[in-house]
């Protein structure tokens, strides 16, 4: 018997045990992910914090292959500084760039589409220098209608199409980065939410749709590959523009299932001075039924550390 063949004998016999035997099914799979589904990190300060976060996870490179096109989308549409908590923290958005090109990324570029004055908000949320810190020209603010495309939803329930940024739609890795903050609109803004950043047509989602279902339908397509949620900071109230009452968890949140991630991020802090479960935000909860992620994280393996 060849190699090949032992080890295929040797599986064979390993899946029949798992079905005859009641105490081998009470085990965990043999082929379980050595990864946890969502780390927490808490301390360190935020660019530490977020590398250790994905290094949980699996390491960038779990996600980002070589010469692979990355689009890295926080928040950075107000023209405020990191500590009205209102953009992801620089610091946050320049440690996920660096393991981007650690990781051996071939373009990448770091995107949103600002709600206020786009060089302001790129200058006084200190991303800019954040990234040209690594290498200039990757930060921008898109704002013109000849950088979308227009894509359609074919997994949608009401928004079936939409301009999005043609970057990424050619991108090959989207990384969700997002600051864990209240929104007057949608009740809580983090990964799934922030990818309104990322179309040209946000007003839709407001006046023609259910905005929990329009978010939902926007992430059956920009459904991104890794989630870091800054919550070194966050906004609880009056979001999410601010001012508002900002908690100071120093945490970062990292996820390769959004879903989990917003959901960890609901069940982790207070909003609105209450704790709220994940099925209580409209958008969460339906992109669990639709199945675009889970909101149990109580069945979820969460791992939390602190440095």
Same mark, same amino acid.
């Given at each position: ?45 935020? #660019? ?9 996870? =699996?390491?960038? =490179?779990?996600?980002?292959? @070589? ?6 989308? @926080? ?28 990781? #051996? ?40 209608? #000849? ?92 979001? @999410?523009? #601010? ?29 609105? =001075? ?34």
């Amino acid at each position: 018997m060849d190699r090949r063949n032992f080890l295929r004998w040797q599986l064979r016999g390993l899946f029949l045990l798992s079905a005859s035997s009641p105490v081998f099914s009470l085990a965990k799979p043999l082929l379980a992910s050595p990864f946890p589904d969502v780390a927490v990190v808490k301390g360190g300060g935020p #660019g530490r914090a977020a590398r250790a976060a994905v290094e949980l996870m =699996g390491g960038m =490179g779990r996600f980002v292959k @070589p010469g692979q096109s990355v689009v890295i989308k @926080p928040n950075m549409s107000f023209a405020r500084p990191p500590e009205n908590a209102v953009n992801t923290h620089p610091e946050v958005v320049r440690e996920v760039l660096v393991m981007c090109k650690e990781a #051996g990324a071939g373009r990448i570029r770091v995107l949103d589409h600002s709600l206020q004055n786009p060089q302001l908000s790129l200058e006084r949320s200190g991303i800019l220098a954040a990234c040209d810190s690594v290498e200039p020209g990757l930060c921008h603010h898109l704002m013109n209608a #000849g950088q979308y495309r227009e894509a359609e939803l074919s997994q949608a329930v009401e928004m079936r199409g939409n301009a999005i940024m043609r970057d990424v739609l050619e991108a090959d890795v989207l990384i969700a980065v997002p600051i864990a903050k209240s929104h007057g609109s949608a009740g809580v803004s983090l990964a799934l939410k922030g990818q309104m950043g990322l179309i040209l047509d946000r007003h839709s989602m407001h006046s023609r749709y259910s905005l929990d279902t329009a978010i939902v339908d926007l992430n059956t397509r920009l459904k991104p590959s890794l989630t870091v949620i800054d919550a070194t900071r966050v906004l609880s109230s009056n979001g @999410p523009g #601010g001012p508002g009452v900002v908690l100071t968890p120093g945490e970062v949140i990292c996820s390769a299932d959004p879903v989990a991630a917003d959901a960890t991020a609901v069940d982790s802090y207070e909003w609105y =001075g209450r704790k709220i479960a994940p099925r209580q935000v409209g958008y969460i909860r339906q992109a669990h039924e639709r199945g675009l992620g889970r909101m149990d994280i109580e069945n979820l393996d969460v791992r939390r550390i602190t440095l």
